[in-house]
């Protein structure tokens, strides 16, 4: 993929493979995303899009015989350094799974403030601050600041995937890996997830898995066609969708499987 | 092809009745329990049953204030030593005892909580008592905490598995470290459920007789020096109902019932804690 030359890369797998034991589920992928720029990542179910997702966080390796091999660059830097702590690494990449996951004894504000107190080191003010910020920028704020201190379940489907969000918006991230984001969601949940995507651009290095073709079409500039676990395809959106370059691509964007 | 109707709707019919039958004896014998409890014990209730201590055999009157502090000691340092160990186990487990040693863990727990309770007490008799020369309270409860432990561990371990594992992973992908994941977020949303599972482990100890009998003994008189021996109202009833006298065979129903109340007491507080945390969370 060839993003333009004025774009900054914050993001690049290189030679990425992803395997459980010996199995390879993800196969020398090499991508580069642009920052302030939406990559949305397609594909059928099982083709490695998630995984590939849990590799650029480092979650893929918590998993039941997870490992890597190749590399991934934040800003030039290798996150799978031997001095990387990955911890510290996730707090600079935030992420968003496909359902909804608040912490069930939290309440709204403290779910917000969750990634911020785990790093310390912030008066309460400044935590405040902070919630109130990530919660306007998840588009939640209205809707929830007369009941900060109630229970995050009190939420509906689409305000907890708002929630969850403003969550991982809250420590200020450089990139935001979104899963599957609006699978749980009905269509309205779905429409400002997808608004939230273009506000979000500005900031932050948006990857975003879905399964659904009509919104990777719709929320990214560059979208990344997996299939078996190669990426077959990336490029442009409007082009990849329009004309794209491999028979595969083809095949699955005109619904012929998948 | 209604001959068969007619038969499948019998035979329903018998093993719904059966079941019902089988169900209404099991609890039967609880309500037929509790209720001689009431009739042989609630009669000899009163306020010097509750504040004044035995009195020497023979004699009327005297009460179970005693054992019922007894109890209480000595169930709470059992309490104290069993649920941090059988707590911390339990989250171990869970979160951390997918490998080889966990595995030994679970299988010792699961061997422990098998072990008849009396020979926990010769254990502790064997490695308490005689070194320390005398009987103890200390040394019953050491033993009930060892009965307590393999319970709490396996229950607590349940409740952190019922934590879905999508709560860990948001954590660990906002920067949580595993161990703050474990605590912060995992038990926190597992402690009504481990709390629960606490006061079952404690409703449980607290009737045991057989491993106290080597170790606190018991105690006519008022004692709260956990090293010295100390009467508990499991050892009163055991006690009393063994003894030759009336009055005492009235106390030990009397105790008894006491003790039936606070177990059932710290049954209902568990259920109700469980119940109402996860209605909350539904």
Same mark, same amino acid.
């Given at each position: 993929m060839a993003p333009p030359a004025d774009a900054r890369l914050q993001l690049e797998a290189v030679r990425l493979t992803a395997l459980y034991g010996r199995r390879a589920v993800v196969k020398d992928v090499s991508i580069l995303f642009p920052a302030h720029s939406v990559t949305a990542v397609i594909g059928p179910s099982g083709c490695g899009k998630s995984t590939f997702l849990r590799c650029l966080n480092r979650m893929h390796e918590l998993s039941e015989g997870g490992w890597v091999t190749g590399t991934v660059?934040?800003?030039?830097?290798?996150?799978?350094? /031997?001095?990387?702590?990955p911890v510290q690494l996730r707090r600079r990449i935030g992420m968003v799974f496909q359902r909804p996951t608040p912490f069930p004894t939290m309440t709204i504000y403290d779910n917000v403030a969750a990634g911020l107190r785990v790093n310390g080191g912030r008066s309460r003010g400044e935590v405040d601050a902070a919630v109130e910020q990530a919660l306007r920028r998840a588009a939640l704020?209205?809707?929830?600041?007369?009941?900060?201190?109630?229970?995050?379940?009190d939420l509906s489907g689409g305000q907890q995937q708002r929630l969850c969000i403003a969550r991982a918006l809250a420590p200020e991230p450089e990139v935001l890996l979104l899963d599957e984001p609006t699978a749980s969601l009905d269509p309205a949940g779905t429409q400002r997830i997808?608004? !939230?995507?273009?506000?979000?651009?500005?900031?932050?290095?948006?990857?975003?898995?879905?399964?659904? !073709?009509?919104? /990777?079409?719709?929320?990214?500039?560059?979208?990344?066609?997996?299939?078996?676990?190669?990426?077959?395809?990336?490029?442009?959106?409007?082009?990849?969708?329009?004309?794209p370059a491999q028979e595969q691509t083809e095949a699955y964007i005109t619904g012929r499987f998948g | 092809m209604s001959a068969r109707r007619l038969r499948r709707r019998l035979v329903s019919g018998l093993?719904?009745?059966?079941?019902?039958? !089988?169900?209404f004896v099991a609890v039967l014998a609880l309500a037929v329990i509790l209720g001689y409890l009431v009739v042989k014990g609630a009669s000899s209730l009163d306020w010097n049953f509750f504040v004044k201590n035995p009195v020497p055999a023979g004699q009327a009157g005297g009460g179970v204030a005693n054992a019922i502090v007894g109890t209480v000691i000595i169930v709470g340092v059992a309490a104290l030593i069993g649920l941090p160990i059988g707590i911390g186990t339990g989250l171990y487990l869970a979160e951390y005892g997918s490998g080889r040693f966990g595995w030994i863990v679970r299988f010792v727990a699961d061997v422990?909580?098998?072990?008849?309770?009396?020979?926990?007490?010769?254990?502790?008799w064997t490695w308490l008592v005689r070194p320390m020369g005398h009987f103890s309270a200390l040394a019953g409860s050491v033993a009930l905490a060892v009965l307590m432990v393999p319970m709490i561990a396996r229950t607590t371990e349940e409740m952190v598995r019922l934590v879905p594992h999508s709560l860990r992973e948001a954590a660990l992908a906002l920067g949580y470290p595993r161990w703050r994941t474990s605590l912060r977020i995992v038990a926190r949303t597992a402690l009504a459920g481990i709390l629960t599972s606490c006061l079952v482990g404690i409703a449980r100890i607290a009737g045991e007789t057989a491993p106290l009998l080597f170790t606190a003994l018991g105690n006519l008189n008022f004692s709260s020096s956990i090293l010295q021996p100390m009467q508990t109202l499991s050892l009163q009833v055991f006690t009393y109902g063994t003894g030759p006298f009336d009055e005492w065979h009235r106390l030990a129903w009397a105790a008894a019932l006491v003790l039936m109340g606070l177990v059932l007491l710290l049954s209902l507080t568990a259920r109700w804690a469980l119940r109402s945390r996860h209605g909350a969370a539904r």
């Open positions: 660059l934040l800003d030039g830097a290798d996150v799978y350094d /031997a001095g990387v702590d704020w209205d809707e929830v600041k007369d009941r900060l201190k109630k229970s995050a379940l997808e608004e !939230l995507c273009h506000e979000l651009k500005r900031r932050y290095t948006i990857v975003i898995v879905t399964h659904n !073709l009509q919104q /990777a079409g719709r929320v990214s500039d560059y979208t990344a066609f997996f299939y078996l676990g190669d990426l077959v395809e990336v490029g442009r959106t409007e082009e990849l969708f329009t004309k | 093993m719904t009745t059966l079941v019902g039958v !089988l169900s422990l909580n098998g072990t008849p309770s009396i020979v926990v007490g010769i254990f502790a």
